[in-house]
Every structure is written in structure tokens, then in C-alpha cells.
């Protein structure tokens, strides 16, 4: 009986394995596997900012939503790093950051959601992973500290080696 | 009224009778046919919870005579029809009811009876009125058409009657529907889209009720012609402000205005690209965001001509042109407040915080406005031992510095 259900979920895993590596990603040269669409990215460590910045200006033709609680992201230094600015929608969310992640996610014309946020507990993870799996969207988390989630689908550390970026995968759904 | 504006989408030339509304729509054959209009006509009536019969003529008189008799060709019209002859802006029943008597008696019971009688005994008997019927029955003599003019403040509005309740936000939605539904026809129909709005809501009037008479005025980022959109963005609002401040009685009229609008027509759609579609919706979450967080929270970023880094961009929702930016690589994260930092020994200290300083770059001089007492800043890129890059200034001829912003 423990046999066949260990081979059911042998296949069960199989299927959400194939189901995972079927979605589509956006390409980046700093990350070998490609950020995953429909999922949640984190990324932390220093350097976090730039490495989202990176993979937005190599897929030039997508429309991204960077919302931060306190916005301090620097517009003109994205420029510089090839981000056109008329396809980036920056939102100052305050205290409705989880909400605006949402609407953003729920309009569905941003493939690309950035969120700056220190924390996000669960229940609001476990909704913008819904939201952006509806969506499609690659949902980008930068986080001070790397935190152990199970909405995550990818987790990246990154830190800065003489100048240069270095990522760790921490965990790849 | 509101019917007259929502059609002006169809032609400009209206004409508003007492029982009727007229429409030009010969020079708009190319654009649609009789049938297509006939339907798109019958949305708009039940839109506006209304009933009518829709017919189409070649003169006024002809198309008011077959939609009040219900016929199809001028010759099936019974002969007091010759009333819409007459003044078919504004009918009188009592104009050419002696005449239609005595039509009757004569045995002249159709309008193709009367075209078939003398002119000059028309003139005898009935005097200029009988010979203007003729002409206008014959199409010798145009009517001039009464100027239409759309009110100046467009307000749409339903009561709630005995049977109809509305206590909570969803059954008011129910009805705000439909109120933002003919608002927003009335208001595309004049080729303009809606930009700020009233929106009011009263409530019954008892000892209790503090406030009857609430009000919500709403301005929009990006104007807008869907009442979907529209009706989400007031949705939220009532949501948020109802949960703090909930209705003190059932509600008995709601009200919107439409307080602001900008000239514009609804985009159309592409068939073979989604590009419209996906600027609407941009528009709409934009709209939504800047309604909730406050009206430059959700923006777009354009550049602008100043060295320093807080003035050198500008928020804005138009479009973004392109622009090269020459000065070094700044940092993607600037402080909204530059933060004071000590210099210890090889530290730098701001709060808290610590850094060990393994190298610095720079300096790289920024003038701003001398005009309005800016003074020149060196700043430098310093490299701390844990990988961060810190971007700090110092006032030229200072030995203060502050952090600036994050190679983050």
C-alpha cells in the first residue's frame, strides 16, 4: 500500500516538476535559470536592486510596475543602465504597498511587478503568488535579508565581489 | 435631454421635439447603416429605461408621421397624420383637428387621399396651413431645424423609490451602475470624457441621521469614457470611506455630475492588436492607484535638466521622451533627505549604522541653482568592506558629510 502511494507521489511530484520547468521566463545573464513568469522572484543582499534593473533593460519590451513602500529608487540612474523610462510605472504605496501590488497585478498589462518592501507576511505573498500567476507576471521581491517562504518560487542572494555581481540560488522551486 | 446628448455621438445635427427626437443621419451613411443604428439606438434607450418607436425618412415630418402610426411608406398613413406636417417639433392637437373631421367626412382618410386633392381648394378651405402640409408632404418646402444646445452641467441621477433599497455598498453599486452608465453616454456623446466627478448620496432624513446629504468628489488621473473603469474607481472610494464612515439610513437618491471633462473620444479597439485595450487598462489601474494613494503616488518618471539629483527628473503621466543622460553612473537609490554621517578614523557612521570604508572614488563637483542659494557638492563613491557603495557628498569647503543615496 506505502509502495504505490510513494509511486503516486513520485508522479505527482513529477507532474508539478514538469509544470514548473513548462513556464515561461525571462532571460537574464545574471541568472542561469531565467526569472520565472507567474511566480515570485526574491532577491536579496547587496546588489538586489541593480540585478532587477539588469533584467528589466534586457527585456526592452515589456511594461514593469516598480512599487516601493518609500519610494528611493533614482528614475535617471535606470536610464543609465538602459531602462526606458516611459514603460516603467513608479508607485509610492505607503502603507497600501500589498494592495497596489494587487491592483497592478489584477490589470494584467505588467509583466514585470517590482516590490520594495522590508517584510510581506503570507497571507499577502500567498495572494500577489495568485495574482501574479493569473497574470503572468514576474513578480520581483527585493528584500533586505533572504526569507524562507513557500510562496517563493526562486530565490537569489546577491552580493558584490570587486565591483561585479555574484548570485547564489538559494532555492528554486 | 440626456438621450438628445448621448445621441449627439450618432449625428451632430439634433432637434428636440415634445414627443420626439430628431436626427440627421444623411450625411452619415458611410458610418452606419439604418439597421446598425436602429440597434445601436435601442441600447441607448435601455440604457435610459426608456421605450420608444425609431423610424427613418427622408424629411422630419414624414419620420415623426411613421413612427407615432407605427407605418412603414407615407402612403399607408392615416390622414391625421397631417399634424406631423404641421409642426413636427412641437404638435398641437388642436391645430388641424377641425381639418382632419372634415377630411374624414369627405372620405379622404389617408395621407395618399390628401395628396391627390387640389391644391386650390386646400388654400379655400383650410388656409395657409393646409397649403403648407401639401408642400412639406411633397417635399417643395425644408423645415428649419431648432438649434440643440447639452445643458451646461450634466447631472445624472435615479430616486429610490418605495421597493428599491439600498443600505450597503453593493446594492448601491446596483444603482450607480446604471446612474454612471447614462453619465458617461451623455458625456461621450458630446465627444468629451470625463475627468472629475460629484458624486452625492442622499439618505433618508430622521433624527438620527447626522449627515444626510454625503458627498464624494473625485478627480481622475487620466480622464476616462468607460463606465466600467468609472464605476471601479468610485467603488473603491465608497468602499474605503464607508467601512470608516457607514450609511446612517437607507439611501434615497444618488446623484453623480460630472464637474470636470476634456474633449476626447473612447479609443477603438484594433482587431489584430491588444495596444488600445492595454492603454485603457494602464489608465484605469493608473487612475485606481492615484485615486487610493494620492495624486502623484503612481507616476511616470521624465527627465529633466538639472545636475542635481533630486530636481534632474520630474513626475508626470504624459508621455516620456528620450534622453541621454551624460553624467557617471549615479546610484539607484537616492534619500529623499540627505542623511548626515560622521567620519570616524576609517568608518563612516549614520545612526546606527557602520561602515568600514575599503575605498573611495571621486570627487564629482554638482553646482544646482546659485540663484536660489544652492552651494556646490563634492561627492564620492565609497566602497565599504561589506560590498555597499555609499554615495556621499560634502558641501564644497565643508568637512560635513551626508549620505546621498545607495549603489544598492
Redesign the interface.
Known sequence: MNAVKAERFAALRAQIHAQYHQREVFLCSAVTQGVPRGAITAIAG?????LA?RLIAENPTF?VAWIEE?L??????????GV???R???????P?LA??AL??L????FPVVVIYAADLDLNTLRRVQLAAETANSACIWLADEPKNLWPISLQLQS???DGELAITTLKSA | MGLAEACCRFSPQLAVGDRALFMEIGACRRLYSEESLHQRLQVVLRRFEMSARIACADDVPTSLALAMYNQTSKDQLPIEAIQCYSTPFNIRSDTLAKAVQVFRKLGVVSIADFVKLRTKGLVRRFGKEGLLVRHYLEGAAQLPWPRFVPPEHLVEGVDLQEGAVAMDLEQMIFYLKAVVDRALLRVRGQGRLISGLALRIEQERHKQVGEPMRIWNIDLAFPQGSALATLSILRERLDRDLQRFPLESAVQRIEVEVTRSVQGRSRQHDLFTNKEK?LE??Q???S??TE??GF????????HESHL?ER??R?TLG??GE?K?L?P????????QPQAVRRIDNFLVCGRRRWKVAAIRGPERLSGDWWFGDRERDYYRIEAE????LWVFTFAGSDEHYLH?L??
Open positions: 547587496v546588489g538586489k536592486t541593480e534593473v511594461r518609500h528611493s529608487i533614482f528614475p535617471l540612474a535606470l536610464l543609465q543602465r526606458g523610462l516611459n516603467v510605472l513608479f508607485i509610492d504605496a505607503g497600501d494592495w497596489s491592483q497592478v489584477k490589470a494584467q498589462i552580493i558584490r565581489v | 492595454e487598462s494602464f484605469s489601474v493608473v485606481r492607484l487610493k494613494l502623484h503616488k503612481a507616476f511616470l518618471a521624465a527627465p539629483p534632474c527628473w513626475k508621455e516620456v534622453f543622460v553624467a553612473p549615479r546610484p539607484l537609490r537616492v534619500l529623499r561589506t560590498g555597499e557603495e543615496g549603489f544598492d
